[in-house]
Structures are given as structure tokens and as C-alpha cells.
């Protein structure tokens, strides 16, 4: 046994059994394998085409600049205080001293997500929870997104300079392409989330610098990708 196979992450990463296999297979030719992992695999799959890279492994925001310049954090289907202490092996926790900062900040905190979680528990009364009907995000980004078009909120410049795209976009959010508008009553019937409250969270993102936290658990599931794919949009 070679010790490089169960000393050090990097090494234990790159020589599982299944890459040493694949490795074999190759050799004979052509076979059957498989991209991406299991935390992230929709995700993974449509971000490069949306932002032009992995994107789900790449450098986020950092904390001082989300601790000094947002106004609302919204937790989407995350559950840091929980996540944050799994690793690849020994987990450091890094970020929870963060997020303790966070609950003492006076923003205004969301978390969006079918379970109540041990984040939600963490933050307490600051925290608002609101829970949609699982696998249903993205009905509920549309209606959000819908109600920022319908009153005019979306920045046009920032759209025209630094997005392709918006315009199909629209027209499937206004209902020209299939008949079918999609507004705040509309998602509310999918997500379960009230009409009122849909409009109210387009309303407050719209008015306030808002950093959105976006976990993985809503894209290991079929056509996956569309979360993600939703939420930059």
C-alpha cells in the first residue's frame, strides 16, 4: 500500500479506488464514466455556460465585505451551521465565528428552505423563516422576479452591460412565449408561499443591498440545474 493513499486530502482526493480504476480503463480504450460529484453535480453542469466557471468551488464573497456592505442575508436552502463543520477530513468550522457576527449585525436575515434548520434555531427571533413546498424554488424565484419586472426594478443598465440573454429571459417571465405570466399568484400556488409574501421579499431585495447564500441540497435532484441557473439570474 502506497502511504501517498492514506496520508494527506489531496492525495486521497485524486487516487480512489474509482480514479485508479478509471485510470485502468482508459488504458483498453474507451468506456463509461462520469463527470462531476455528488455535492454539486447539477449545479457544476450548467454554471460555466451562466457564469462562465465551476462557479460552486470558486472563490466566493468574502465575509468582511458581506458583514460591511450587505443589508438583508438571505440563507437559500443552506444550512451553514451545519455544513460548515463537515469536511473533507478534520473540519477547522471556518466561518462560524462569522456567522456569529452576523446574528449580532442588525440586518435584516432570511432563511428560505421547506426545513427548519439548525441555522434557523442558531439566528432565533432575527431570523425570519419562510418555507416553501420542497423542490419548488424555482417557481418562487420567477414569482420574486416577476414582481421586480412588473414594477420596473430591474437595472436595464446593468443587464445590457453585463448579461446576454435577458431578453428570452423576459419574455418567458412575462408569459409571450408560453401564455402563462409568471406573477406572484402564480408562484404562490406552486411554492406555497403567500402572494403577499412573494412580493414583499422582491420588494425588500430590490430596496436593500442583499447578498443571497445559495446551498446545494436544492439541485441534487432532477433538472437540478434550473436552481442555480434561477437564482443568478
Known sequence: ???????????????????????????????????????????????????????????????????????????????????????????????????????????????????????????????????????TDVALMLGIAHTLVENGWQDEAFLARCTTGYDRFADYLLGTTDGTAKTAEWAAEICGVSAVKIRELAEIFHHNTTMLMAGWGMQRQQFGEQMHWMIVT
Open 1 to 135: 500500500i502506497k502511504p501517498r493513499l492514506v496520508v494527506g486530502s489531496v492525495r486521497w482526493v485524486k487516487e480512489t479506488a474509482a480514479t485508479l480504476q478509471q485510470r485502468d480503463m482508459a488504458l483498453a480504450g474507451g468506456y463509461t464514466g462520469h463527470l462531476g460529484d455528488y455535492s454539486t453535480g447539477a449545479a457544476q453542469a450548467i454554471m460555466p455556460y451562466v457564469v462562465g466557471g465551476n462557479e460552486v468551488y470558486q472563490q466566493q464573497t468574502s465575509w468582511p465585505v458581506v458583514l460591511e456592505h450587505s443589508e438583508v442575508v438571505v440563507l437559500w436552502s443552506a444550512n451553514p451551521l451545519n455544513t460548515l463543520k463537515i469536511a473533507w477530513n478534520a473540519s477547522d468550522e471556518q466561518g462560524l465565528d462569522y456567522f456569529a457576527a452576523l446574528r449580532q449585525s442588525g440586518k435584516r436575515l432570511i432563511c428560505i428552505d421547506p426545513m427548519r434548520s439548525e441555522s434557523v434555531d442558531f439566528f432565533g427571533d432575527k431570523m425570519e423563516w419562510i418555507a416553501p413546498h420542497m423542490g
